[in-house]
């Protein structure tokens, strides 16, 4: 019983351990899936947190790119829009207050339209200028608040006064109930006759004199028929005679009542025409027809609505100060009574540099016209050749510079040759040369000329040089009837001629006295102002003085053929006895004239400021960067230089100075075996005197090695050049006054040999003491022994030649300084001496072997 109780105890205990095992696995097995559940929660918990953060992330950059490309577009849109905006309404008329201030209109541009406000919201409106159309555009009608629309009216005056020429644009204000106070910043305005203020009982005069302002417009501009009204608008703006007028009309809903029907009708004539006379109405509080060219502006509170912007929001622009106003308006008033301002220099030239061709003339803007646009100058066929007046201080200099820089941006230096004299005291045309501040010069300048009031025989020289051309293009021409052109000028590709100007400034001082010189003068610019045009050769004359210009009167065949005229301020005798535009035009302007001053053929310019050495330098900087390669740079010739003695190559002879003539070149004496063949230096200017014996010694050193030289000094003012002369020649032998004596009795018997040189300082010192010294001068050149001497006059000349009754066979060259012309007379060809007036730095030379008549020379300087 016991065992089998034991064994059932054995079996249920088995079945309770089993049962046991099994819970406990089964627990074990749960638990595990417990912690697998919680691991899966975990994980998606966590997955879940990771995606909420990333679709936020996303969220955030999707905004950021959105906005990023809103901010981009917009910003895009508002420069493109302000940058349009700007282009409408440049300076002064778009310009915010804080940064504004008055600006020139573009050239060729008419102000139209003009800020108010800006457009739209954030960020736009802070650069978005909202624009309404004004001047040849349309009236403006305001409604809203009167003292913010007074404050808007009051800046549209001021841009558009702005950002016009002075006197372009006239204000007339009606304001019946403040009578002007609310726009008395402008009164400054009619000191120079710009504002007027129309009291109450003015209205009705006022609308009548607009309108028949209105009609005599119409009857100067409707020559012909215009298909629209923008033709009629463009047609008058071209050629409108008055300034635009601009009428304020101030008024509220008891002005509007009390308008009667006559200046309703008025005001809506003037409303449907007025546009195209360029009058204008900025009407607040008074009823305004219907019209395409009114423009309605609806002002609430600090924000404006208009069919301009349409449906952006206007915020407006706060008005600018009182003060602000008057002071703009002064200065405007200052100007337009100092007379108009120069035009820019810069506007005369092209874009692009050398463009044109001169074949058939020489066309340039010397300036521009009232309308603003350029005015351009003709030389050609017709007219061929200018004459220029204008009294001291008028601008002729100016002017001159205003052409040559319109001239020389559009003709290459293949096209235009340019040749510059100023006879007055002054170096007007030397900036066109190269200088030691500036290197560079005008490509298309040969020749300036300076300084030469007191060197005619230079504007001779001119004159002489421009005939040969014209004598050298005539036979060209006409070798071209019988050749092509190609064969015949193969030295110019272009095909024809550079044409060529030549400025004469103060022409008068070489047409002056009764001389051979103003004789020969006068018969070459008749001969080049008849024949020139038709070989491409243009003259400019120019003076200031009326005596000047009388000058050429009593030339009827001279001054036919200066048809173009320019006249400046008060000029006289340049145009018609009949044509009075001269007296009546103000500063920089000038009147231009291409039919010898008739009055129907003037045109007005205004003159830019063409003096200015920064806006010339940058012209000409330009134009010597593109000069061709190669080219020479212009001689200038200036009359208070000394020119420098240099040691000239391959010259056959004794150099004693300069030419004055349009090539520098040395004059030379060549001292051949032949009798006469010795030199008198003749005068008491011991430096000049000194610099040609000095001059003439070294230029015989270097063309002959074995030539011999002897130097005598007899004048101790004379013994420190004679010393520096003695040491410049080899070999040379020195002599003084007691020494002077053996050299010429050694020099008499000597026989003939190579060249000897003898160079003698103040022979007449001796005073008789030599004389041997008339039988050297006598026999020695035929020996090839020659005398280079100075003597201090043409009587102690004749002492060392024999006294009186002697012959100056032996003198066959001299050089004359301070010797009149009728002292000159027993050494001249010429009866009674040559027409000769000592000047400094000048000597007359004379060799009767070359010359017909003596020349002008300068004595170099000649250095250590």
Not at 67 to 79: N, S, V
């Given at each position: 019983?016991?065992?089998?109780?034991?064994?059932?105890?054995?079996?249920?205990?088995?079945?309770?351990?089993?049962?046991?095992?099994?819970?406990?696995?089964?627990?074990?097995?749960?638990?595990?899936?417990?912690?697998?559940?919680?691991?899966?929660?975990?994980?998606?918990?966590?997955?879940?947190?990771?995606?909420?953060?990333?679709?936020?992330?996303?969220?955030?950059?999707?905004?950021?790119?959105?906005?990023?490309?809103?901010?981009?577009?917009?910003?895009?849109?508002?420069?493109?829009?302000?940058?349009?905006?700007?282009?409408?309404?440049?300076?002064?008329?778009?310009?915010?207050?804080?940064?504004?201030r008055p600006t020139e209109p573009e050239r060729g541009r008419r102000p139209g339209l003009f800020r108010i406000g800006t457009l739209g919201q954030e960020p736009m409106a802070a650069t978005i200028p909202a624009l309404v159309p004004l001047l040849d555009l349309a009236h403006l009608s305001f409604t809203g608040n009167p003292s913010t629309v007074d404050g808007v009216i009051a800046g549209l005056l001021l841009r558009v006064l702005g950002s016009t020429r002075p006197g372009e644009v006239r204000l007339t204000v009606y304001d019946p109930e403040q009578l002007g106070g609310s726009l008395a910043g402008f009164a400054p305005l009619g000191n120079a006759d710009l504002l007027t203020f129309v009291g109450p009982g003015g209205l009705t005069g006022m609308l009548d004199d607009l309108v028949e302002q209105i009609r005599r417009i119409n009857e100067s501009v409707l020559a012909g028929e215009y298909a629209s009204l923008a033709e009629l608008t463009a047609a008058t703006a071209a050629r409108r005679p008055e300034p635009w007028r601009l009428v304020v009309l101030l008024g509220d809903a008891a002005t509007a009542a009390d308008l009667t029907t006559a200046q309703q009708a008025?005001?809506?004539?003037?409303?449907?025409?007025?546009?195209?006379?360029?009058?204008?109405?900025?009407?607040?509080?008074?009823?305004?027809?219907?019209?395409?060219?009114?423009?309605?502006?609806?002002?609430?509170?600090?924000?404006?609505?208009?069919?301009?912007?349409?449906?952006?929001?206007?915020?407006?622009?706060?008005?600018?100060?009182?003060?602000?106003?008057?002071?703009?308006?002064?200065?405007?008033?200052?100007?337009?009574?100092?007379?108009?301002?120069?035009?820019?220099?810069?506007?005369?030239?092209?874009?692009?540099?050398?463009?044109?061709?001169?074949?058939?003339?020489?066309?340039?803007?010397?300036?521009?016209?009232?309308?603003?646009?350029?005015?351009?100058?003709?030389?050609?066929?017709?007219?061929?050749?200018?004459?220029?007046?204008?009294?001291?201080?008028?601008?002729?200099?100016?002017?001159?510079?205003?052409?040559?820089?319109?001239?020389?941006?559009?003709?290459?230096?293949?096209?235009?040759?340019?040749?510059?004299?100023?006879?007055?005291?002054?170096?007007?045309?030397?900036?066109?040369?190269?200088?030691?501040?500036?290197?560079?010069?005008?490509?298309?300048?040969?020749?300036?000329?300076?300084?030469?009031?007191?060197?005619?025989?230079?504007?001779?020289?001119?004159?002489?040089?421009?005939?040969?051309?014209?004598?050298?293009?005539a036979h060209a021409a006409k070798r071209h009837e019988a050749t092509k052109l190609a064969e015949l000028r193969s030295e110019d590709p272009s095909g024809h001629w550079p044409r060529i100007v030549a400025v004469i400034d103060e022409f008068q001082v070489l047409l002056a006295g009764r001389d051979a010189m103003a004789t020969e003068a006068v018969g070459l610019l008749e001969d080049l102002a008849r024949?020139?045009?038709?070989?491409?050769?243009?003259?400019?004359?120019?003076?200031?003085?009326?005596?000047?210009?009388?000058?050429?009167?009593?030339?009827?065949?001279?001054?036919?053929?200066?048809?173009?005229?320019?006249?400046?301020?008060?000029?006289?005798r340049i145009l018609a006895d009949t044509n009075l535009a001269a007296d009546v035009i103000p500063r920089f302007h000038a009147v231009v004239n291409a039919?010898?001053?008739?009055?129907?053929?003037?045109?007005?310019?205004?003159?830019?400021?063409?003096?200015?050495?920064?806006?010339?330098?940058?012209?000409?900087?330009?134009?010597?960067?593109?000069?061709?390669?190669?080219?020479?740079?212009?001689?200038?010739?200036?009359?208070?230089?000394?020119?420098?003695?240099?040691?000239?190559?391959?010259?056959?002879?004794?150099?004693?100075?300069?030419?004055?003539?349009?090539?520098?070149?040395?004059?030379?004496?060549?001292?051949?075996?032949?009798?006469?063949?010795?030199?008198?230096?003749?005068?008491?200017?011991?430096?000049?005197?000194?610099?040609?014996?000095?001059?003439?010694?070294?230029?015989?050193?270097?063309?002959?090695?074995?030539?011999?030289?002897?130097?005598?000094?007899?004048?101790?003012?004379?013994?420190?050049?004679?010393?520096?002369?003695?040491?410049?020649?080899?070999?040379?032998?020195?002599?003084?006054?007691d020494t002077a004596g053996e050299l010429l009795a050694e020099l008499t018997d000597a026989p003939a040999g190579p060249p000897h040189y003898v160079i003698g300082y103040a022979w007449d010192a001796a005073a008789g003491r030599l004389p041997a010294l008339r039988e050297v001068l006598a026999r020695g050149p035929e020996r090839h022994i020659h005398v280079l001497g100075w003597w201090r006059g043409v009587s102690r000349l004749r002492d060392d030649l024999g006294g009186v009754g002697a012959r100056f066979d032996a003198i066959g060259a001299w050089v004359a300084l301070d010797v009149h012309g009728n002292e000159l007379s027993p050494l001249s060809p010429q009866p009674g001496g040559p027409a000769w007036y000592p000047r400094p730095h000048r000597a007359l030379f004379f060799d009767r072997a070359v010359h017909r008549a003596p020349e002008v020379i300068i004595p170099y300087e000649v250095g250590s």
């Open positions: 019983m016991a065992s089998g109780r034991q064994g059932i105890v054995a079996g249920v205990r088995r079945d309770l351990a089993a049962a046991r095992g099994l819970a406990r696995a089964s627990l074990a097995a749960a638990e595990v899936a417990r912690d697998e559940a919680h691991y899966e929660r975990d994980e998606a918990h966590a997955q879940h947190s990771e995606r909420l953060a990333a679709l936020a992330a996303a969220r955030a950059a999707a905004r950021r790119e959105i906005r990023e490309h809103f901010e981009l577009t917009a910003g895009t849109i508002a420069e493109d829009l302000a940058a349009v905006a700007a282009s409408c309404a440049p300076g002064a008329a778009g310009a915010s207050w804080r940064t504004w008025q005001l809506d004539r003037i409303v449907r025409t007025g546009v195209a006379c360029g009058v204008h109405v900025l009407a607040r509080g008074l009823p305004m027809e219907a019209h395409p060219t009114v423009e309605h502006v609806a002002v609430h509170g600090s924000t404006a609505a208009c069919g301009t912007t349409g449906d952006l929001p206007v915020r407006l622009d706060p008005p600018p100060a009182a003060d602000r106003i008057a002071a703009a308006c002064r200065e405007l008033a200052e100007l337009l009574l100092a007379g108009p301002p120069p035009a820019q220099f810069a506007d005369l030239a092209p874009e692009k540099l050398w463009t044109e061709c001169s074949a058939t003339g020489l066309a340039a803007p010397l300036g521009d016209g009232p309308d603003g646009e350029l005015v351009e100058v003709l030389l050609g066929d017709d007219p061929p050749h200018a004459l220029i007046g204008g009294p001291s201080g008028s601008g002729k200099t100016n002017l001159v510079y205003a052409w040559l820089g319109s001239l020389t941006a559009r003709y290459s230096p293949d096209e235009l040759a340019l040749y510059l004299l100023d006879f007055k005291e002054g170096v007007s045309f030397a900036r066109f040369a190269p200088g030691r501040r500036d290197p560079s010069w005008l490509p298309q300048v040969r020749l300036v000329g300076v300084n030469v009031n007191g060197d005619r025989e230079f504007g001779l020289a001119l004159l002489r040089h421009l005939g040969e051309e014209l004598r050298r293009r024949r020139g045009r038709s070989q491409g050769i243009h003259l400019v004359l120019a003076s200031q003085d009326v005596s000047g210009i009388e000058a050429l009167w009593g030339r009827s065949a001279l001054v036919a053929q200066f048809t173009l005229r320019i006249a400046l301020p008060k000029a006289r039919d010898s001053g008739v009055p129907d053929a003037n045109r007005i310019v205004r003159l830019p400021d063409a003096s200015d050495r920064g806006a010339w330098r940058a012209l000409q900087e330009k134009l010597w960067h593109a000069r061709p390669e190669g080219l020479e740079p212009p001689r200038l010739f200036d009359g208070d230089a000394i020119p420098p003695y240099s040691c000239p190559a391959d010259v056959d002879g004794a150099v004693l100075g300069e030419t004055i003539d349009v090539q520098p070149r040395p004059a030379v004496l060549r001292l051949p075996r032949a009798p006469g063949r010795n030199l008198a230096v003749l005068g008491t200017r011991v430096e000049e005197a000194c610099a040609v014996l000095g001059a003439a010694g070294r230029s015989l050193a270097t063309m002959d090695d074995d030539a011999r030289f002897s130097v005598v000094c007899l004048d101790d003012d004379a013994s420190v050049s004679a010393g520096l002369l003695h040491a410049a020649l080899p070999g040379a032998r020195w002599y003084d006054a």
